[in-house]
C-alpha cells in the first residue's frame, strides 16, 4: 500500500533511472513529488473547433484520426510522423512529429484524440508542429486544460511528472493541513489537498490562483513565525550600552569634505539610538549604490570605538575588505586607532594612529598569530576583514559592533553562521552580544524588505549626496555601435576608463565554460579588431580569487584603459575615473542588476554614460518596456519596485538561495498577505509561544528554518 511517507523507490512505475533525477531535484517521498509544484502553465483549457480564427493561438481541438504514418527521409536521416485528424465539423489538422516514430502507436486510424498546441495554416490543412496529445476518453492531463509545467532536469520530462503525480495525487488527502483551520477560514483558504489538486491540475484559472494564494500565505506565516521567533530571541540578549557622544560625532561631521544627506543624517541617528540601547541592535541599510553607506557605518564605528570597544566589518570580498580598510584609515587618521585588514590570504595590514600604512608579508602564520593576540588583548580597536574575521581562532577582547557590507553576496550558510558566531563571539569579559548592522549593495523593495527582514530594523537611504551628475543612460541597436566605439575612444584619450560587461550565455547559476570563451573572445575582438591601440583587462568566474583581485587593481591602477568582464564584475568596488559602461545583450539582465552594473560608473567628478547594447532589432520600439525603464531613471528605489512587479523578489535574494519555488515567490510581494500572515504569527505566538498546540507548524517550521535563513 502507497502512501505519502512511501520511498518513491517503491513506487511501481518509478524505475531506478528516475529515482537518480528524483532524489537530484531533492524529492524522496511520494509527498515530496506531490509537493513539487509547477513553476508555471500551458492554456490549453479551451477546446475549440479549428477555424481561422485561432490561427497562431494555442489551442486544443479533438476529433478523429483519418490518417496516420511515419516519413523515413533517408538522405536527411530523419523521420517524420505525420497524423491527420479531422474534427465534427469536417476541418482537418495535419499534425508532425520528427524523430519520434513510437508516437506513431498512440493513433491507430478511427479513434479520437485531442491536440494542444500553436495551431498553424499549411495550405489546405490546419498544421501543429510537435503538439501534446492524449486519447479523447482519457481524462485531460496532458491536453484541454491548463497544462503544469514543471521544472525539469536532463531524464524527466513535464509530461512524465504530469503523469505520476495524476496517479498518487489521491494520496494527498493524507497530508496533514500545517494551516490552521480557524486561519484557513479566516481567509478562505483551499486545505491542503484542495490546493495541490488545483495546483497540479487545476479546473480553471480562478481556482488556480486561489489555490497559489494559499501556498503563498503559508510560505509567508512560515517566514512570519521565523522571523518573529528570531527577533524574539535578539531582543532578550544583552548588549553593551554604547553612550551618544553628540560633540564627538558633531566634530567628525564637520570635518568632512561633505554635507552629509538629511537620508544619512536620520539613518546614523536611528544606529546610534540603537547603540545606547542594553538590547543588540539587529539593523538593515538599505541604500541605493553610491548613497553613502560607508560614511554611516564609519560614524557608527566612531562611536563604539571611542567608547572603548571594539569593532568588526565584514566584506564579502578581499578588494573590497582592503577598500574598507583603505577608506576607513583615511577616515580616522586624525584619531588614535588601530585598524586592522584581516583576510583568508592572511596578509596583515596594519595602519593606526596616522595615515602611514604598514604592510608587513612575512611568514604568514607569524604575522597572523601577532594579529590574533592584538585582537584579543584589544590593542586592535576596529578589524575590517572577510568572512576569515568568523574563523573560530578569532576572538576579541570586547566587540560590540559587526558591520556587514553587501550583506546578500554572502551565502546563505555563512550569513546563518555569521550571525549566530556574532551572538557567540568570545569577547572575553562579559555576556553582552555585538549591535549588527548589515547594508544591502543594491535598494530592496520596502514591501520586501519588510517581509524578508522583518527581525530588521530598517534605516533607508532613499537620497544620493547632491554632488551627483546622473549618469546618462541610452539603449544602442546594432547600427549604433560604431560611433559608441568612438566614443568610449574620446572618452579614453581624455585619461577615463571604460567597463565592457557580457551577460552569461546560458541561463545558469554559475559561469560554464562557454561564458568564458565568449567573453574571452569578445576580449580579444575588441583588444585586436576595435580598440588595439588601448591596453584591455579581462575578468571572469574561472578565475581564481586571488587573480581577479589582481585584475581589479590593475584596472584601478590604470594599467588598463577598458574592462571587459562577465557579470563577475565587482560591486561595491570604486573606480571613481571609470566613466563609461556598456552592457552587451542588455536584455537579458533584469532592471536590478542592469542598474548594479550601472554604478559602476558615476562615482567621480566627470560626467558618466551607460550604454545598453541590445541584440537583434533596429527598432527601439520591439525592445522590452523595462530597458526603457533605466533610461528614464536612476532612481534604485524606482528600479528596484519596476523589477518586483515584473520579474517578482526571487532576484533580489535568488530562488535557489531562498528556497522558496516561484510559484508563491510572486505572491509574496503581495503587501495584504504580508500583513495578514504577519498579524496571525504574532497571534499565534502570543498565544502558543512554544507552539506546543501545534505540533504540526512546529515541524514544518523546523525543516523550514534548515531550508531558508532569514537572519
Ligand atoms: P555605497 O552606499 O555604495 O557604499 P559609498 O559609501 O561608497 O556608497 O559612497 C560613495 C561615494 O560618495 C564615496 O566616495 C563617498 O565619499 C561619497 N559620499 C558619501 N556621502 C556623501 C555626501 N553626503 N555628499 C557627497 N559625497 C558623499
Ligand atoms: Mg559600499
Not at 119 to 131: C, H, Q, R
Amino acid at each position: 500500500m502507497l502512501d505519502i511517507n512511501t520511498s518513491l523507490k517503491s513506487v511501481p512505475r518509478i524505475t531506478p533511472k528516475y529515482i537518480r533525477v528524483l532524489e537530484k531535484l531533492g524529492l524522496f517521498t511520494v509527498k515530496d513529488l506531490l509537493l513539487y509544484l509547477p513553476f508555471r502553465y500551458d492554456d490549453f483549457s479551451k477546446i475549440v473547433p479549428l477555424s481561422n480564427d485561432f490561427v497562431g493561438q494555442a489551442i486544443t481541438t479533438s476529433g478523429k484520426i483519418i490518417k496516420a504514418k511515419n516519413n523515413r527521409l533517408f538522405r536527411r536521416k530523419m523521420t517524420i510522423t505525420e497524423i491527420i485528424l479531422e474534427d465534427p465539423n469536417g476541418f482537418q489538422l495535419k499534425a508532425v512529429w520528427f524523430n519520434q516514430p513510437y508516437i506513431l502507436e498512440n493513433f491507430p486510424v478511427g479513434s479520437t484524440a485531442r491536440f494542444s498546441g500553436k495551431l498553424g495554416l499549411n495550405g489546405k490543412y490546419f498544421s501543429m508542429s510537435n503538439p501534446a496529445f492524449e486519447k479523447s476518453s482519457r481524462d485531460t492531463t496532458n491536453t484541454g486544460r491548463l497544462v503544469p509545467i514543471y521544472s525539469e532536469t536532463s531524464g524527466i520530462t513535464s509530461k512524465w511528472i504530469r503523469w505520476q503525480i495524476k496517479t498518487l495525487l489521491p494520496l494527498a488527502k493524507n497530508i496533514p493541513d500545517i494551516l490552521p483551520e480557524e486561519i484557513r477560514k479566516k481567509y478562505n483558504l483551499f486545505d491542503i489537498y484542495t490546493t495541490l489538486s488545483q495546483i497540479h491540475f487545476p479546473d480553471d484559472i480562478e481556482k488556480l490562483i486561489r489555490a497559489q494564494k494559499r501556498m503563498a500565505f503559508q510560505e509567508m506565516f512560515l517566514v512570519q513565525i521565523r522571523t518573529l521567533e528570531i527577533r524574539k530571541n535578539w531582543g532578550e540578549k544583552d548588549s553593551n550600552k554604547i553612550k551618544f557622544d553628540e560633540k564627538l560625532i558633531k566634530k567628525f561631521t564637520l570635518e568632512l569634505p561633505f554635507k552629509l544627506t538629511d537620508a544619512q543624517r536620520k539613518a546614523t541617528f536611528e544606529i546610534l539610538k540603537d547603540l545606547e540601547k542594553p538590547r543588540p541592535m539587529n539593523r538593515l541599510l538599505n541604500g541605493d549604490v553610491g548613497s553613502g553607506k560607508t560614511i554611516v557605518a564609519t560614524i557608527s564605528a566612531l562611536q563604539t570605538v571611542s567608547a572603548g570597544y571594539q569593532v568588526a566589518i565584514m566584506a564579502p570580498t578581499e578588494v573590497l575588505a582592503r577598500q574598507h580598510f583603505l577608506s576607513f584609515s583615511e577616515l580616522f587618521k586624525n584619531y588614535n586607532f588601530n585598524l586592522a585588514l584581516l583576510t583568508s590570504s592572511y596578509k596583515l595590514t596594519c595602519g593606526g594612529g596616522s595615515t602611514s600604512i604598514m604592510e608587513a608579508e612575512p611568514p604568514k602564520n607569524i604575522v597572523r598569530e601577532k594579529l590574533l593576540s592584538e585582537i584579543k588583548t584589544g590593542k586592535i580597536n576596529l578589524v575590517i576583514g572577510t568572512h576569515a574575521l568568523i574563523q573560530k581562532d578569532v576572538k576579541f577582547k570586547n566587540l560590540a559592533l559587526v558591520i556587514i557590507d553587501e550583506q546578500h553576496r554572502f551565502g546563505v550558510a555563512q550569513r546563518a553562521t555569521l550571525q549566530s558566531e556574532t551572538m557567540n563571539i568570545d569577547d572575553g569579559n562579559i555576556k553582552a552580544i555585538p549591535h549588527l548592522l548589515t547594508m544591502t549593495a543594491t535598494p530592496i523593495p520596502r514591501t520586501l524588505a519588510i517581509a524578508y527582514f522583518g527581525s530588521l530594523d530598517l534605516s533607508i537611504l532613499d537620497e544620493m549626496p547632491k554632488n551627483r551628475k546622473p549618469i546618462i543612460t541610452k539603449i544602442i541597436t546594432p547600427i549604433g555601435r560604431e560611433k559608441i566605439y568612438n566614443f568610449i575612444r574620446s572618452e579614453i584619450k581624455k585619461g577615463q576608463q571604460a567597463f565592457v560587461i557580457l551577460p552569461l550565455v546560458e541561463e545558469s547559476i554559475s559561469e560554464s565554460m562557454v561564458d568564458v570563451k565568449a567573453v574571452k573572445e569578445e576580449h580579444e575582438r575588441l583588444s585586436q579588431v576595435i580598440f588595439p591601440e588601448f591596453k584591455l583587462g579581462l575578468l571572469h568566474g574561472k578565475l581564481k580569487a586571488k587573480e581577479k583581485e589582481g585584475v581589479m587593481e590593475d584596472f584601478k591602477n590604470k594599467n588598463f584603459d577598458i574592462l571587459v568582464s562577465t557579470s563577475v564584475v565587482e560591486v561595491g568596488i570604486d573606480i571613481p575615473n571609470a566613466t563609461v559602461i556598456v552592457i552587451e545583450n542588455a536584455e537579458r539582465f533584469g532592471l536590478t542588476q542592469l542598474h548594479q552594473f550601472r554604478g559602476r560608473v558615476g562615482r567621480g567628478r566627470e560626467q558618466s554614460y551607460c550604454f545598453l547594447f541590445a541584440r537583434g532589432t533596429e527598432q527601439k520600439s520591439l525592445l522590452p518596456t523595462r530597458l526603457k525603464i533605466m533610461e528614464k531613471t536612476n532612481d534604485g528605489f524606482e528600479i528596484s519596485e519596476h523589477d518586483l512587479k515584473l520579474r517578482g523578489p526571487g532576484q533580489f535574494f535568488g530562488t535557489i538561495q531562498s528556497g522558496l519555488p516561484d510559484i508563491t515567490m510572486e505572491n509574496l510581494s503581495n503587501i495584504k498577505l504580508i500583513k495578514f500572515a504577519r498579524a496571525e504569527a504574532a497571534y499565534l505566538l502570543e498565544n502558543d509561544p512554544k507552539l506546543k498546540g501545534h505540533p504540526l507548524l512546529a515541524d514544518a517550521l523546523k525543516k523550514f528554518s534548515e531550508k531558508i535563513h532569514l537572519e
